[in-house]
């Protein structure tokens, strides 16, 4: 296939329904499956469990990993060079049960026992339930011994801080924090490029074929932070309403991604770089994104791409996006 030049793409994600998944991503925003329940939708991503589909252009139907080697690993930018593939991973979580009790080990312990990437994540709130809550580090010091025996007699959950949460609320997960997403939650992720999860425990929950999901117990001990988590490093209070009505938030820079909310009420223009791809979730709203001579509508959960190089990318509408780019 000869390859045309570089423009911005529409992203098809790769869709997942684990056992605590829920039908708004079907049915509120129209998510393709031919399961009703969907747990989790990958929008942007190159990993071999779950790479999006290129859904717009001469590539339409392409798998993401497959259009990176057609277009050449350039198109991700020189931020990239260090990786083989998309060193990130976005994806959409709605939650109608608890997600288990879990924790993600560091790209040194990933790749040397799962040849998978280390896993720190964000969560930004898209929606959520008003008694909504999740789990977020130890209340308290803690020896690897009690975290065994509170395993054993389903006292874990003790231990951890309960967060509330609310819309709009954004939280950073490093690799090595105990952590548990409460139901009632639509969450957009952004993470490394990884699917290695260990679990502690799932709530003695059993599946639809009667069995219980395995617990990685003694691989969750070896990566475990023991320590106290200090809560107030947590974006835990309800904004303001002057902070709501704020139209730009960094949430967060740091050497695996860096994530930005912008809230427009008709129009904006971004530039794109030579350093890194950008990419474009809709996480309210409606509107188009202009970018490389080219136009594509939007919806919220709509994800874009927008290859790596110096480019005006113009967004108009009413909504509110994350800017993802490394
Ligand atoms: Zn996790």
Redesign the pocket.
């Known amino acids: 296939m000869k390859k045309s030049k570089k423009s911005i793409i529409k992203l098809e994600p790769s869709v997942k329904e684990h056992i605590w998944g829920g039908t708004k991503l079907k049915e509120k925003y129209d998510k393709k499956s031919n399961n009703k329940i969907i747990s989790e939708t990958w929008e942007l991503s190159a990993h071999k469990d779950g790479p999006s589909i290129i859904a717009s252009g001469k590539y339409k139907g392409v798998k993401f990993n497959e259009y990176i080697s057609i277009m050449g690993h350039e198109i991700l930018g020189s931020k990239s060079e260090r990786y083989t593939d998309l060193p990130i991973l976005i994806k959409f979580i709605d939650t109608a049960d608890d997600l288990s009790v879990?924790v993600?080990p560091d790209d040194e312990y990933a790749l040397k026992y799962e040849k998978d990437y280390g896993?720190n994540?964000i969560w930004y709130v898209v929606d959520c339930e008003s008694d909504s809550y999740l789990y977020c580090g130890f209340s308290k010091d803690i020896s690897k011994d009690e975290i065994r025996q509170r395993i054993s007699d389903g006292t874990l959950l003790e231990v951890l801080n309960k967060v509330p949460v609310f819309k709009g609320q954004n939280i950073f997960?490093k690799t090595g924090t105990v952590?548990a997403i409460g139901k009632g939650l639509l969450i957009c992720e952004i993470q490394q490029s990884s699917n290695v999860?260990y679990r502690l425990f799932d709530y003695n929950r059993i599946d639809k074929n009667g069995e219980k999901r395995p617990l990685h117990i003694d691989k969750a001990l070896d990566v475990i932070d023991c320590k106290k988590f200090e809560i107030d490093q947590i974006n835990k209070d309800e904004p303001t309403t002057a902070e709501k009505s704020l139209d730009y938030q960094k949430l967060i820079e740091c050497e695996y991604f860096s994530v930005e909310r912008y809230s427009i009420q008709d129009h904006i223009e971004l530039y794109g770089k030579k350093d890194s791809f950008i990419s474009i979730v809709v996480t309210e709203g409606e509107g188009s994104i202009y970018a490389e001579g080219e136009k594509l509508d939007f919806k919220s959960t709509d994800c874009f791409l927008i290859p790596a190089g110096e480019s005006k990318i113009e967004i108009i509408g009413k909504c509110t996006f994350l800017k993802v780019h490394l």
């Open positions: 879990q993600h896993k994540e997960i952590h999860t």
